[in-house]
Nanobody, 127 residues
Framework: QVRLVESGGGLVQAGDSLRLSCTAP????????MAWFRQTPGNEREFVAA????????NYADSVKDRFTISRDNAKGTVYLQMNSLKPEDAAVYFC????????????????????WGQGTQVNVSS
């Protein structure tokens, strides 16, 4: 069983930055695409960003494009989400996810493309 662990969430002011991290203790993520999703109470979990196994391909939700950057360090087994210019509407629980199929960069942003999920890290943004 794959366990993903997110960290780096917290409370910031609008316009500030945060960097989230995701690790997978005891498991190599190097052959899997990875993604970040987020969820607010009463809403569906929504796609934020994805990165291919090599880091050569990325995909972003329109709402975060040009503000958020997903990256990875396979040597450290870590995926990052750098969030800049945060807005109150970015407040959510952020989840890390591993693609269901090795070697493949998902062609959609659907949750079903991802098989393993972390417990999430809370991000709050005050106005």
């Amino acid at each position: 069983q794959v366990r993903l662990v997110e960290s780096g969430g917290g409370l910031v002011q609008a316009g500030d930055s945060l960097r989230l991290s995701c690790t997978a203790p005891g498991h190599s993520i190097s052959i899997y695409s990875m993604a970040w999703f987020r969820q607010t109470p009463g809403n569906e979990r929504e796609f934020v960003a994805a990165i291919s196994r090599s880091g050569g391909s990325t995909n972003y939700a329109d709402s975060v494009k040009d503000r958020f950057t997903i990256s990875r360090d396979n040597a450290k087994g870590t995926v990052y989400l750098q969030m800049n210019s945060l807005k109150p509407e970015d407040a959510a629980v952020y989840f890390c996810a591993e693609a269901a199929r090795a070697l493949i960069f998902p062609s959609t942003t659907a949750r079903e493309e991802y098989a393993y999920w972390g417990q999430g890290t809370q991000v709050n943004v005050s106005s």
